[in-house]
């Protein structure tokens, strides 16, 4: 992520925002090529911050220099927090899922042991 908008935007945790992409701006070669390749003309990028740490980037690039307000900006940022809820929220089912197989799988190996521990001569 070094190097690109997003990159900058999940670990400062504050939106990027380019309301007209300057093609001479020499410190983000990557961005400005897909931008050009893209048409792109205006950028944004607000952090997805949920319990106070970034769990990803929302991004809205447009072939229109000042595409969104700075109110609409906000409001992005708005629902870039609903969107890290609903992130969190999937993070934390996956790996409650995970644990509860591998307890499941565990289980079936201990009931396996003990059946093969005790097994006694009739």
């Known amino acids: 992520m070094e190097?690109?908008?997003?990159?900058?935007?999940?670990?400062?945790?504050?939106?990027?925002?380019?309301?007209?992409?300057?093609?001479?701006?020499?410190?983000?070669?990557?961005?400005?090529?897909?931008?050009?390749?893209?048409?792109?003309?205006?950028?944004?990028?607000?952090?997805?911050?949920?319990?106070?740490?970034?769990?990803?980037?929302?991004?809205?690039?447009?072939?229109?220099?000042?595409?969104?307000?700075d109110r609409d900006v906000e409001l992005l940022q708005q629902v870039g927090t609903q969107i890290a809820i609903a992130v969190e929220n999937s993070m934390v089912y996956q790996e409650a899922n995970a644990l509860k197989n591998k307890l499941a799988s565990e289980k079936t190996y201990l009931e396996e042991e003990i059946r093969t521990e005790h097994i006694f001569p009739k």
């Open 3 to 69: 190097g690109t908008f997003n990159g900058l935007a999940f670990t400062t945790r504050k939106p990027v925002v380019r309301h007209r992409i300057d093609p001479n701006e020499t410190n983000w070669p990557h961005a400005h090529k897909f931008f050009s390749e893209q048409g792109i003309k205006s950028y944004y990028c607000v952090p997805l911050i949920s319990r106070g740490r970034a769990v990803g980037v929302l991004n809205l690039g447009s072939r229109q220099e000042n595409a969104l307000s």
